[in-house]
């Protein structure tokens, strides 16, 4: 077990010093000049202004000169200072990621909860009224472009029905707990402000949803195809023979099966909300790394790209290694 | 009887004149999209209390079917459509859910076939075995996981305190199949249904696995029903059999009786079709086979539906037959058999014939015994092996721990002359694959030498062999596997005629196909299908045809016949046997059947964790066999002669062959063997000629009685 673990970390480790140079290289061969970008025409021709900037951001050193340096701020947690905020860059995520990570964990619990349920129900009673309810949300959920859905849940709950608040995090009038987390309904509940919990939970709702629909569609999927697959295996019906009720077959003998491939896609799912939805965050003005990405792609600002884009790396190869460890409670045959 | 397993139930004793099982007019059908096929058509039988039944027939027949019927444990499409099934006086198809589930691994358990995906891979063994006894109340969980121990201990199960905390996948399918039957016995059932239950395991484990049900029933009285399509496994368990055919029962009575006299023409064409392992090779060793393929499930002929294969069909026989009694306690579906017409009885060389012929021939030695074998020993071997070596390495476990490797071949020696059979035999895992694939260069060896036709192929480069590979061909186990799909047949015998440059034109290749075909029995017009359009048998001829194709002097067959029933097992035996005869060929025939083995070869190898654990003319390793190996081997065939079974006295050969990583030092089968002394651990046992032509490699051969 041990044996089984320190390997694969050793091998999330080799990827992720991969990674770094991946994503170097891809953000210094990238066509644009960020100088003239961020310096406007006028202080562009000015040659001596243009090479004093590119000194100070270091973009006039060979590359493998420019990768060490970029590796040994790494390790130093230097990302580089962002080109358009002119602030560490590793101090704009840390600004930026929590937001992104309240909202993900939220829209993904409620994923598996409604998803892996929802994907039993559909499996058991297969080709019955349930089946297609699931199968229809499913289908909604994976096919409903992510602004469309945005849009109509802000359009229907927020201008029309009015029962849900509109974009951001907070009400503008609402006062932000202090910073410790980031993570604001962990904040408020630090600083016993339920007020504020109060809103801040209730503009999750709107984003949490649209950002849950395509990976509930998702996990309900793979969750009814892998429990039909399993359902038809021969030692289901040597659980039949034994007399086992139903529900115990099911949940203790299909469901344990059913889940390896359920947690593979869904850790990946994870992954992919963690790194910033740009479309939601955008839509619901939500102050995350999906909307940080965004304006940094837009100035063309490479320190912050390069930054997030490893940020995004890490946290696939912790999610990976998280599914690879996770293997190894609910599969005995990964293990030698 | 080890009293743990005898465990403190009472139950009410149920009373015994009722049968534990009475089937009546049992009809299940399965409701596809192509139609309704009717798998199991009527079918009635009782079980007594305490009785053994077999039921067999061949793939398709309907056994399986029935015995999940009697369960009630199909889904759709299938349904029950007619009948009754009591079981202990109460009827199951009538019951609600609840009580059958009461029933279901209560007091009625089931054993199936494939113990490899019997268990659930992601849970303990114990906590499988300890549900089945909680979820019927017979045991607190404590109790339970107490028993669990025990009975895996009395199955045979080794180490069974750390066994009931492993996983499946950590288990031999033999372990697995001990692990399906303590949980078919964890309630102690009144009536254990096993489907096949031995099939896919080696013989000396299915003789251990059905001694443990042979001991069930008779100790614990509990009735048994054993499907099976080998007879030898229903005589060595079976007071009653019924077989089963076209979803029908054709044919019921004792064992004894009805494998001594078959009453319905299906049987007797079953019994007639397998060789027997106590039998010397009759002159003329063509089996005797019966055209035609089983019934199709979706148009059953309407008279008797054995008619469009039955060499005995008459007129009458276009109406279909009832089951009737044709003697007292013996029931046939047939008009003939009916009418008093006794089938014609084939020639066995009987036993008592046989070992006559044993000693005449052992006193003049073993000239005699090897009628077939060619004269001329002088001649230099066509394949000749010598101390060919072929480990694997396996994946280190460990940066620091050594390199460790499974002893697949070690230090075998052997030649084949042109124009024999030289079987091989030995448990799964014992190096018989390997060794054929080491003739063949698909493995190099390690070290050692494979000459064939005067050329060492074993450091041969691949393009020195080329012109090798015209006359030496190889036909596998798997006739669903070994052809590709995406190939009409006519273009894969084409292939090896094109690439070797034997035909020419395209006329000319089509002409040597429609040949080929011809000569494996097929029709030529077949070359323009694919291969997946074919059953099992015809997809093993058309691998013959197509290693025929290049006009070989050698074949290496690996398993050619253990996927198929019996009947195309002895058609594909008599094919071989007849192009042995038409084109001289050479055979290394390596199957895990032991009767087929020795009809079909000269002589034998037998196998032991990579090596030869003795060589010997056929009928001679048969009949006298002198490794202890090859004696416990032997004695494990069940023979399909119940009186010949009850009569004879088994050797048990208990556990498994050890692990090949690490194979025991001195001789091979120290682990297992009753005669081993220290020499035997210390000094590798040498092959030593005991008799012309005889070699064994034990200290004390010969000396086991
Ligand atoms: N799921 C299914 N759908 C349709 N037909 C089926 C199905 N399962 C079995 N059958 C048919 O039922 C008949 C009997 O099958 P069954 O499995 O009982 O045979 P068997 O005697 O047990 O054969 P084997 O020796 O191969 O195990 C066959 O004609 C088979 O094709
Ligand atoms: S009834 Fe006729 S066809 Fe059927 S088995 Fe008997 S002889 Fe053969
Ligand atoms: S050499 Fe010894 S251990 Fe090996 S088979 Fe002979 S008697 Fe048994
Ligand atoms: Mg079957």
């Given at each position: 077990m041990t044996r089984y673990i320190v390997s694969r970390l050793g091998i999330t480790i080799v990827m992720a010093v991969l990674a770094t140079l991946v994503i170097f290289l891809i953000a210094n061969t990238v066509p644009g000049d960020p100088v003239l970008a961020q310096l406007g025409d006028v202080a562009a021709s000015n040659k001596e202004f243009v090479a004093e900037w590119r000194a100070k951001f270091g973009l006039d050193l060979p590359l493998w000169h420019r990768y060490l340096i970029f590796l040994y701020g790494l390790i130093h947690g230097d990302l580089g200072i962002s080109i358009a905020s002119q602030r560490p860059v590793l101090d704009d995520i840390v600004q930026f990621a929590p937001a992104t990570l309240e909202l993900a964990t939220i829209g993904f619990v409620l994923a598996l909860l409604v998803g892996i349920p929802l994907g039993i129900v559909a499996a058991v009673w297969r080709d019955t009224w349930v089946d297609h309810i699931a199968r229809v949300v499913s289908l909604i959920g994976v096919s409903s472009p992510t602004f469309w859905l945005a849009f109509i849940m802000l359009a229907v709950f927020y201008g029309g029905l009015e029962i849900a608040p509109g974009p951001g995090q907070l009400d503008p009038i609402a006062l932000a707990p202090d910073r410790v987390t980031g993570l604001l309904l962990i904040d408020t509940v630090i600083a016993g402000d339920w007020g504020t919990f109060r809103d801040a939970a209730a503009h999750l709702v709107l984003p949490s949803i649209v950002l849950a629909a395509a990976t509930l569609g998702l996990i309900t999927r793979t969750t009814r195809a892998s429990m039909l697959e399993s359902i038809q295996q021969d030692y289901v019906r040597v659980a039949r023979a034994k007399g086992l009720r139903k529900s115990t077959i099911i949940l203790g003998h299909v469901f344990p099966n059913a889940l390896i491939p359920v947690v593979t896609l869904g850790g990946l799912a994870y992954a992919q909300l963690l790194s910033g939805a740009v479309m939601t965050e955008t839509i619901f003005s939500w102050p995350g790394l999906g909307l940080y990405t965004f304006r940094s792609a837009a100035a063309l600002d490479f320190p912050a790209i390069m930054g997030i884009t490893l940020v995004v790396a890490l946290v696939y190869l912790l999610i990976n290694l998280m599914i690879d460890i996770s293997y190894a409670y609910l599969d005995p045959r990964v293990m030698r | 009887m080890n009293m743990t397993f005898k465990a403190e139930l009472n139950g009410a004793a149920p009373d015994t004149d009722t049968p534990a099982l009475k089937v009546e007019n049992l009809r299940t059908q399965f409701f596809t999209d192509d139609g309704i096929v009717t798998a199991v058509d009527g079918v009635s039988f009782t079980v007594a209390q305490g009785e053994a039944l077999g039921i067999v027939g061949e793939s398709g027949s309907g056994k399986s079917v029935t015995a999940l019927s009697l369960m009630r444990l199909l889904d759709e499409p299938a349904r029950i459509t007619a009948g009754e099934v009591h079981f202990q006086g109460k009827d199951v198809l009538a019951m609600n859910p609840e009580e059958l589930r009461a029933v279901r691994g209560d007091r009625m358990a089931m054993v199936f076939q494939d113990p490899m995906t019997s268990l659930n891979p992601v849970l303990k063994i114990a906590k499988q075995l300890v549900e089945t006894m909680v979820v019927h109340g017979r045991f607190t969980p404590e109790q339970a996981g107490k028993r669990a121990v025990g009975l895996l201990g009395r199955m045979g199960v080794t180490a069974p305190e750390r066994a009931v905390e492993s996983y499946p996948h950590q288990f031999s399918g033999g372990m697995r199949q001990r692990v399906m039957l303590a949980l078919g016995m964890s309630n102690e059932p009144a009536l254990l249904i096993a489907d096949e239950p031995t099939t896919a395991l080696d013989v000396t484990i299915q003789a251990q696995i059905l001694d443990l049900i042979r001991e069930l029933n008779r100790d614990f009285g509990t009735s048994v029903v054993l499907i099976s399509h080998d007879l030898?496994?229903?005589?060595?368990?079976?007071?009653?059999?019924?077989?089963?055919?076209?979803?029908?029962?054709?044919?019921?009575?004792?064992?004894?009786?009805?494998?001594?006299?078959?009453?319905?023409?299906?049987?007797?064409?079953?019994?007639?079709?397998?060789?027997?392992?106590?039998?010397?090779?009759?002159?003329?060793?063509?089996?005797?086979?019966?055209?035609?393929?089983?019934?199709?499930?979706?148009?059953?002929?309407?008279?008797?539906?054995?008619?469009?294969?039955?060499?005995?069909?008459?007129?009458?026989?276009?109406?279909?037959?009832?089951?009737?009694?044709?003697?007292?306690?013996?029931?046939?579906?047939?008009?003939?058999?009916?009418?008093?017409?006794?089938?014609?009885?084939?020639?066995?060389?009987?036993?008592?014939?046989?070992?006559?012929?044993?000693?005449?021939?052992?006193?003049?030695?073993?000239?005699?015994?090897?009628?077939?074998?060619?004269?001329?020993?002088?001649?230099?071997?066509?394949?000749?092996?010598?101390?060919?070596?072929?480990?694997?390495?396996?994946?280190?476990?460990?940066?620091?721990?050594?390199?460790?490797?499974?002893?697949?071949?070690?230090?075998?020696?052997?030649?084949?002359?042109?124009?024999?059979?030289?079987?091989?035999?030995?448990?799964?895992?014992?190096?018989?694959?390997?060794?054929?694939?080491?003739?063949?260069?698909?493995?190099?060896?390690?070290?050692?030498?494979?000459?064939?036709?005067?050329?060492?192929?074993?450091?041969?480069?691949?393009?020195?062999?080329?012109?090798?590979?015209?006359?030496?061909?190889?036909?596998?186990?798997?006739?669903?596997?070994?052809?590709?799909?995406?190939?009409?047949?006519?273009?894969?015998?084409?292939?090896?005629?094109?690439?070797?440059?034997?035909?020419?034109?395209?006329?000319?290749?089509?002409?040597?196909?429609?040949?080929?075909?011809?000569?494996?029995?097929?029709?030529?017009?077949?070359?323009?299908?694919?291969?997946?359009?074919?059953?099992?048998?015809?997809?093993?001829?058309?691998?013959?045809?197509?290693?025929?194709?290049?006009?070989?002097?050698?074949?290496?067959?690996?398993?050619?016949?253990?996927?198929?029933?019996?009947?195309?097992?002895?058609?594909?035996?008599?094919?071989?046997?007849?192009?042995?005869?038409?084109?001289?060929?050479?055979?290394?025939?390596?199957?895990?059947?032991?009767?087929?083995?020795?009809?079909?070869?000269?002589?034998?190898?037998?196998?032991?964790?990579?090596?030869?654990?003795?060589?010997?003319?056929?009928?001679?390793?048969?009949?006298?066999?002198?490794?202890?190996?090859?004696?416990?081997?032997?004695?494990?065939?069940?023979?399909?002669?119940?009186?010949?079974?009850?009569?004879?006295?088994?050797?048990?050969?208990?556990?498994?062959?050890?692990?090949?990583?690490?194979?025991?030092?001195?001789?091979?089968?120290?682990?297992?063997?009753?005669?081993?002394?220290?020499?035997?651990?210390?000094?590798?046992?040498?092959?030593?000629?005991?008799?012309?032509?005889?070699?064994?490699?034990?200290?004390?051969?010969?000396?086991?009685?």
């Open positions: - | 030898g496994v229903i005589a060595r368990v079976c007071r009653r059999t019924i077989v089963m055919y076209g979803g029908e029962v054709v044919e019921e009575g004792l064992t004894e009786d009805l494998l001594a006299d078959p009453r319905h023409p299906y049987t007797w064409a079953l019994i007639n079709a397998v060789p027997r392992i106590d039998e010397v090779r009759p002159s003329d060793r063509r089996l005797t086979t019966i055209e035609g393929q089983p019934p199709d499930p979706f148009d059953l002929p309407k008279g008797c539906r054995f008619a469009p294969r039955c060499p005995f069909r008459i007129e009458k026989c276009d109406s279909h037959p009832d089951l009737a009694e044709v003697a007292p306690g013996r029931k046939s579906r047939c008009w003939v058999t009916q009418a008093g017409t006794p089938l014609p009885k084939k020639q066995r060389h009987a036993k008592a014939e046989a070992e006559a012929k044993a000693k005449t021939e052992a006193k003049t030695e073993a000239k005699a015994a090897t009628p077939r074998v060619i004269a001329g020993r002088d001649e230099a071997p066509l394949l000749s092996l010598r101390d060919v070596v072929k480990h694997f390495p396996l994946p280190k476990t460990g940066y620091f721990q050594p390199r460790r490797a499974v002893h697949a071949v070690d230090n075998v020696d052997l030649d084949v002359f042109r124009g024999e059979t030289v079987g091989l035999v030995g448990e799964s895992g014992c190096g018989k694959s390997t060794l054929a694939r080491v003739v063949m260069r698909i493995h190099q060896p390690d070290s050692g030498e494979v000459v064939f036709a005067g050329q060492d192929i074993a450091r041969s480069s691949q393009k020195q062999i080329r012109p090798l590979r015209r006359r030496l061909q190889m036909v596998f186990q798997d006739p669903y596997g070994s052809l590709n799909p995406r190939m009409t047949v006519g273009d894969m015998i084409a292939e090896p005629l094109r690439f070797h440059g034997i035909t020419k034109t395209n006329a000319e290749t089509q002409e040597r196909v429609a040949d080929l075909l011809n000569t494996v029995g097929l029709n030529p017009r077949v070359g323009r299908r694919y291969s997946y359009e074919f059953s099992g048998g015809q997809r093993q001829r058309i691998s013959i045809a197509r290693a025929l194709a290049v006009e070989p002097d050698f074949i290496v067959a690996d398993e050619p016949i253990s996927a198929l029933d019996v009947n195309i097992q002895a058609q594909i035996i008599n094919l071989m046997l007849d192009l042995q005869e038409k084109y001289g060929l050479t055979y290394l025939f390596i199957a895990h059947d032991l009767a087929v083995v020795r009809h079909i070869s000269d002589r034998v190898v037998v196998l032991y964790l990579g090596k030869v654990m003795e060589i010997a003319p056929a009928d001679q390793l048969f009949d006298r066999p002198l490794h202890p190996y090859t004696r416990y081997l032997l004695s494990a065939v069940p023979i399909p002669d119940a009186v010949v079974e009850r009569e004879r006295g088994y050797l048990k050969l208990d556990g498994e062959p050890p692990s090949s990583i690490e194979p025991p030092s001195g001789c091979r089968f120290r682990t297992r063997c009753p005669l081993a002394k220290e020499i035997c651990a210390s000094v590798p046992p040498p092959l030593v000629e005991h008799a012309p032509g005889h070699v064994a490699a034990c200290h004390f051969a010969g000396q086991l009685q």
